[in-house]
């Protein structure tokens, strides 16, 4: 257990079981199948999911024989997880941890960061910077060498096309480290509630700079948004955009 709840613990922990109806989730096969392809790894391979949520990669995964190890930040999250593993009649090996303080002994084949699983998510306290620094040196250091990291980022190009002077003025977007703030409401037992949360946006050149820093090699940075995953220059105004890594040999 982590020692405090962050603003996006909170929120996911309510939200997990209605996480699977949001539109994003419905292409699981499409991206189970480019990540096979893109991987190009022999059954039994172990794969590390960082901000892995209610398990959808990890279940379908662990589905076609690999041995899928799923950290969440959020607990809620991880108990919809584990149903879909009984449910696929599959076994996954699910970490209830902050992305930013996991690291394996036991090296993986691969890594996946997917749909802003935990790169980007930012809590209150958290510096852009030293956030996603933290969890690249992680992923980094517990993969064998020549391994790869398939990650989905929000795009920020779309964030500065998007991006007002009111926004800017209001605290709403900060454009020197591509940070929007905006409130999630979600229900409660006891009523409403409302968190202000924080999400970082990434520019190619920026993505390329921290994964360097992190000890990666950039083989590819392409569109990524969910459901258009292709290989192919990233749009300006696609929601997410996607970097391939593979730690040096």
Known sequence: MEPHQSEWEEFFDHHAPFYMTNEFTHNTQAEVDFLCEELSLPEGSRILDIGCGTGRHSVALAQLGFRMTGV????????EARKAAEEAGVEVDWIHRDATRFTSAQ?????ICLCEGAFGLLGSGDDPGDHESAILRGIAASLKPGARLVMTVLNGLRMIREATPTQVDGGDFDPLALVTASVMDFEVPEGSRSLRVREKGFTPPELRLLMRQAGFEVEHIWGGTAGNWRRGKPELDEMEIMVIGRKPR
Do not use: R
């Open 72 to 79: 969440d930040l959020s607990a809620g999250m991880l108990a």
């Open 107 to 111: 090296p993986f084949d691969a890594a």
